[in-house]
């Protein structure tokens, strides 16, 4: 078996599941991880203390591994919106953002601006929500410093080009938000200065999971406004309050939580086995398998058709007529996906089967056949 084989055979979600850009099932052996170490946790041995809290360590590693970046550039955080907001509190000047961005970014840049005064808000509201080179172009002004994007975007499934955004920002700061593609898709992220994300979705980490990584000219440019006592380094500032660390170590509050970074750990070791290229090949043929079932049923989809442009999300924009219909049948069928407004988002991962895209298939002919044409 090699490692992709493995990693494919490892999904054991029930079949039905279509929302994998909501909530990850965690892995087999991450919950097996999860259990060692909480036992470990309650022998009050130091030995098993520190042994799970090396896991802080290896998690950062591996990050900076699936990143290509030094591992002092990583920092683990709570969550995707934790790395966020510790950039975007740091800025100064004009900060470009998507309006329909996922409210990580809009209320994090909306609440510093408003605080602090030194983030001037540049809200650019393209008309199918992508953030293409072209749309970031045209917006740019000579006051922006920074464009915040996601690598992934949450309702669309539109992939960014961080290679060309790189190429039209020239040496703004480009802060990317990579909960939806991380360890899923390659991508530039040498083009990016910020990079953002969790293990809760894609990797199967579960929450608390979270990560940034601040390159050398985040480190230069973006101030650690929020930075706390952990903010300064591995010594205990007591009695004198020393400036943040020069790393990113700067760009944390207080100490990572072990077990979450055991987590986080153990998901990416999966994923670096398996290898992101060949689980992107895998996830394109599944985003593909949806797509094949809506063109078959007439069913609109507004994602990219090109594999270099989407990842694991497919979203469905039926008919009004068809969109509660709709929604009702795949639950009908068993079938998991994040039903909004009128759009229907679908997102396969690698192990899903041939059982659950036959269901939805099957959904989606039951919502035909009542169609009155
Ligand atoms: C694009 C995007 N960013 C951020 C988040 C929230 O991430 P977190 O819970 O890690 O803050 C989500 C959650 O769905 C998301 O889709």
């Known amino acids: 078996m090699t490692d992709l084989d493995s990693y494919l055979a490892s999904f054991d979600a029930e079949p039905g599941y279509l929302d994998w850009a909501a909530f990850g099932p965690l892995s087999p052996a991450v919950r097996s991880e999860a259990q060692a170490d909480t036992e470990l946790l309650g022998t009050g041995r130091r030995s098993g203390i520190q042994l799970v809290a090396e896991h802080t360590r290896e998690a950062r590693e591996l990050v900076a591994e699936l990143l290509g970046a030094a591992a002092d550039q990583v920092v683990l955080q709570p969550s995707t919106t934790d790395g966020l907001t510790q950039a975007v509190y740091g800025l100064a000047g004009g900060l470009m953002l998507n309006r329909g961005e996922f409210p990580s970014l809009t209320v994090a840049a909306t609440r510093a601006a408003d605080a602090l005064g030194s983030v001037q808000l540049q809200w650019v509201e393209p008309a199918d929500g992508a953030m293409t080179p072209d749309v970031v172009r045209r917006a740019l002004t000579d006051d922006t410093r920074a464009v915040a994007v996601s690598l992934v975007d949450f309702r669309s499934g539109y992939r960014a080009d961080l290679t060309a955004l790189r190429e039209v920002i020239g040496d703004r700061l480009l802060i990317v938000d990579a909960i939806q593609g991380f360890g899923m898709v390659e991508a530039d992220y040498g083009a990016a200065d910020v990079v953002c994300g969790h293990g809760y979705k894609w990797l199967r980490a579960g929450r608390g999971t979270g990560f940034a990584w601040f390159g050398e000219r985040a480190l230069e440019r973006i101030a650690p406004v929020l930075s706390g006592f952990r903010g300064v380094g591995d010594e205990l500032p007591v009695d004198t309050v020393p400036a943040p660390a020069a790393s990113a170590q700067a760009f944390t509050v207080s100490g990572p939580d072990p077990l979450a970074a055991a987590r986080l750990a153990t998901a990416l070791r999966e994923v670096a086995a398996a290898g ?11 985003a593909s398998d949806v797509m094949f079932f809506a063109d078959r049923y007439g069913v609109p989809v507004v994602t990219p058709r090109d594999p270099e442009r989407r990842a694991g999300i497919v979203t469905l924009a039926p008919e009004p007529r068809d969109a509660a219909p709709l929604a009702a049948s795949l639950a009908n069928h068993g079938l998991t996906v ?20 036959r269901l939805f298939g099957d959904a989606l002919a039951a919502v035909a056949s009542a169609r009155v044409w």
């Open 276 to 286: 992101v290229a060949n689980i992107e090949s895998v996830l394109a043929a599944r």
């Open 338 to 357: 994040t039903a909004r407004a009128s759009r229907i988002r679908v997102s396969p991962h690698v192990g899903t089967g041939a059982d659950t895209m």
